[in-house]
């Protein structure tokens, strides 16, 4: 369980979880001397983190994500009794849906759970259920992460006639998401015309005092379970957040949890013995602890399909940031790119080989191939073989062309190794953070869009209405942008998506009007 020299590369191997971390295809051997400073500092941030310091000093928060997994090491007896009661509560919960003790209102069990939720809580539970699905799955997982109607439709209509069987399961730590709540409506709408009792089979997952929780009618829901503000979003997944709707389908969420406690602790070791560090390591020496970076995460398995998509905000929304710790503008940020092996050959891998040099590639090699037997397809070998193969491959590919590549191993797709994944990303993240001086735990410009959109509702209203009160004229968007005193460009957009919804709204010859 260390890093060692194997003649000149570097290999990470921790024998009793078979988890490896390969750097041979760095273009550098990583430095542990010369980043010794930096390494046992950011291991000493760790350390305080996790004891319970104010470690998102903009929102003046703890960042507590990983007592989510071992509650014993919580700051304080109230947190550790919070986590356990709340794991305690959702295992109940399932057991007692799984066994039909709590049925739907029609009298039949439940068969699908629908969740509503965005960003941080859709994408690591997506990401989860992808990966672990399987025919005996328990029930079936349907998501409603955007605010997009025909998205909707599309899930509602695979749902079809079962609604009167799907728990809902919606998630808003503050209770003011505007997707979530979209969602939430238009799925009451869907029950209701059904003649369903929405808050007969739904449940709530947002923090205790939220706008959510504290709701007219919030006592009508199913079932309600907490977050807590020391969880940020894209660290939610091991929480009520993913354990939930996951322990619905199935999934053995104790091995998950399990999974991600194993790699916390290899995460708390000192450099060499510790893998979350030397990735975090790995990172800084292609970036050169400067912004504008493009790492492509490649997992040479269907089933880890989405993980680059999950580690897209869990790494973006972590490192992309303006300013550092002490307020200089740094320009931050590791942009994350991936799919699946070997698809990816046949795409982009193209440009990672011959492009520019600002890209740098990790693998996920799972060993296991299939829980049986293979059949040989050719040259003596199985198509795991070639698999692993077209892997390997690349990665020469790029380091004869210069680019630096390593590779993470596991030993198959089970719940314990995704949540050593899960564990080993986050940790990383946090170590990387400290080495560049940014805050990891706050999302500030996240809210830039969203007032803006903000914004974008209000013209629309005020276009409406203007067109409303003079029914029957056309105008164009400019002379609109004249009497309201608004963005023309903006205006075009809007007027156009409205006459391509609203019947009342015509458009002829570049110009709109309403048409009672």
Same mark, same amino acid.
């Given at each position: #369980?260390?890093? &060692?020299?194997?003649?000149?590369?570097? %290999?990470?191997?921790?024998?009793?979880?078979?988890?490896?971390?390969?750097?041979?295809?760095? $273009?550098?051997?990583?430095?542990?001397?010369?980043?010794? =400073?930096?390494?046992?500092?950011?291991? /000493?941030?760790?350390?305080?983190?996790?004891?319970? /310091?104010?470690?998102?000093?903009?929102?003046?928060?703890?960042?507590?994500?990983?007592?989510?997994?071992?509650?014993? %090491?919580? =700051?304080?007896?109230?947190?550790?009794?919070?986590?356990?009661?709340?794991?305690?509560?959702?295992?109940?919960?399932?057991?007692?849906?799984?066994?039909?003790?709590?049925?739907?209102?029609?009298?039949?069990? +439940?068969?699908?759970?629908?969740?509503?939720? *965005?960003?941080?809580?859709?994408?690591?539970?997506? +990401?989860?259920?992808?990966?672990?699905?399987?025919?005996?799955?328990?029930?079936?997982?349907?998501?409603?992460?955007?605010?997009?109607?025909?998205?909707?439709?599309?899930?509602?209509?695979?749902?079809?006639?079962?609604?009167?069987?799907?728990?809902?399961?919606?998630?808003?730590?503050?209770?003011?998401?505007?997707?979530?709540?979209?969602?939430?409506?238009?799925?009451?709408?869907?029950?209701?015309?059904?003649? !369903?009792?929405?808050?007969?089979?739904?449940?709530?997952?947002?923090?205790?005092?939220?706008?959510?929780?504290?709701?007219?009618?919030?006592?009508?829901?199913?079932?309600?379970?907490?977050?807590?503000?020391?969880?940020?979003?894209?660290?939610? &997944?091991?929480?009520?957040?993913?354990?939930?709707?996951?322990?619905?389908?199935?999934?053995?969420?104790?091995?998950?949890? /399990?999974?991600?406690?194993?790699?916390?602790?290899?995460?708390?070791?000192?450099?060499?013995?510790?893998?979350? !560090?030397?990735?975090?390591?790995?990172?800084?020496?292609?970036?050169?602890?400067?912004?504008?970076?493009?790492?492509?995460?490649?997992?040479?398995?269907?089933?880890?399909?989405?993980?680059?998509?999950?580690?897209?905000?869990?790494?973006?929304?972590?490192?992309?940031?303006?300013?550092?710790?002490?307020?200089?503008?740094?320009?931050?940020?590791?942009?994350?790119?991936?799919?699946?092996?070997?698809?990816?050959?046949?795409?982009?891998?193209?440009?990672?080989?011959?492009?520019?040099?600002?890209?740098?590639? *990790? +693998?996920?090699?799972? !060993?296991?191939?299939?829980?049986?037997?293979?059949?040989?397809?050719?040259?003596?070998?199985?198509?795991?073989?070639?698999?692993?193969?077209?892997?390997?491959?690349?990665?020469?590919?790029?380091?004869?062309?210069?680019?630096?590549?390593?590779?993470?191993?596991?030993?198959?797709?089970?719940?314990?190794?995704?949540?050593?994944?899960?564990?080993?990303?986050?940790?990383?993240?946090?170590?990387?953070?400290?080495?560049?001086?940014?805050?990891?735990?706050?999302?500030?410009?996240?809210?830039?869009?969203? $007032?803006?959109?903000?914004?974008?509702?209000? %013209?629309?209203?005020?276009?409406?209405?203007?067109?409303?009160?003079?029914?029957?004229?056309?105008?164009?968007?400019?002379?609109?942008?004249?009497?309201?005193?608004?963005?023309? #460009?903006?205006?075009?957009?809007?007027?156009?998506?409205?006459?391509?919804?609203?019947?009342?709204?015509?458009?002829?010859?570049?110009?709109? /009007?309403?048409?009672?």
């Amino acid at each position: #369980m260390t890093l &060692v020299d194997k003649a000149g590369w570097q %290999l990470y191997y921790d024998e009793q979880s078979g988890l490896a971390l390969d750097f041979a295809g760095a $273009k550098a051997p990583l430095d542990l001397t010369g980043h010794k =400073p930096l390494l046992d500092k950011a291991l /000493a941030a760790m350390q305080t983190l996790e004891a319970g /310091a104010v470690a998102n000093p903009d929102e003046g928060r703890m960042v507590g994500h990983y007592w989510l997994r071992n509650p014993n %090491l919580a =700051p304080n007896p109230q947190i550790a009794a919070e986590i356990k009661q709340t794991q305690a509560d959702i295992a109940d919960f399932v057991r007692r849906i799984h066994t039909a003790e709590i049925c739907a209102p029609c009298g039949q069990p +439940f068969k699908n759970a629908l969740v509503i939720g *965005i960003g941080g809580s859709s994408l690591g539970p997506v +990401f989860v259920a992808q990966a672990l699905s399987n025919l005996q799955d328990k029930l079936h997982l349907y998501f409603i992460d955007n605010t997009d109607p025909d998205g909707m439709d599309r899930v509602f209509a695979q749902i079809g006639s079962g609604l009167a069987q799907t728990l809902v399961i919606v998630i808003s730590k503050s209770g003011g998401t505007v997707e979530t709540q979209n969602g939430l409506e238009e799925t009451k709408a869907l029950f209701a015309a059904q003649g !369903l009792d929405f808050y007969a089979q739904a449940v709530r997952i947002t923090q205790r005092g939220s706008a959510f929780d504290t709701a007219p009618g919030a006592d009508k829901w199913l079932a309600a379970f907490p977050m807590w503000d020391w969880v940020g979003g894209r660290t939610s &997944v091991l929480s009520a957040v993913g354990l939930l709707p996951l322990g619905l389908q199935g999934v053995d969420t104790e091995a998950l949890l /399990a999974g991600a406690a194993a790699c916390d602790a290899l995460g708390r070791a000192e450099v060499k013995d510790n893998p979350a !560090l030397l990735l975090a390591l790995f990172w800084y020496q292609q970036t050169m602890g400067q912004g504008g970076s493009l790492m492509a995460v490649l997992p040479y398995k269907d089933r880890l399909e989405l993980f680059a998509k999950y580690l897209q905000q869990l790494v973006m929304e972590s490192l992309g940031k303006q300013y550092d710790l002490a307020g200089r503008q740094v320009k931050q940020g590791l942009a994350v790119i991936g799919n699946k092996g070997s698809s990816d050959q046949h795409s982009y891998v193209q440009q990672l080989v011959a492009g520019p040099d600002n890209a740098f590639v *990790i +693998f996920i090699e799972v !060993l296991k191939d299939r829980e049986s037997a293979s059949p040989t397809v050719r040259e003596d070998s199985t198509a795991g073989d070639y698999l692993q193969a077209f892997m390997l491959g690349t990665t020469r590919a790029l380091a004869d062309h210069g680019k630096s590549s390593m590779i993470i191993s596991v030993p198959q797709v089970s719940a314990y190794y995704i949540g050593m994944l899960i564990a080993l990303f986050e940790r990383a993240v946090g170590y990387y953070a400290d080495f560049v001086g940014i805050n990891a735990y706050h999302q500030p410009a996240v809210e830039f869009g969203k $007032k803006a959109a903000n914004d974008i509702i209000s %013209l629309k209203n005020r276009a409406l209405a203007y067109l409303a009160e003079n029914a029957g004229d056309y105008f164009t968007p400019a002379a609109l942008a004249v009497a309201l005193q608004a963005d023309e #460009m903006q205006l075009w957009h809007i007027l156009r998506h409205l006459a391509a919804n609203h019947p009342q709204i015509h458009q002829a010859d570049g110009q709109f /009007a309403c048409i009672n």
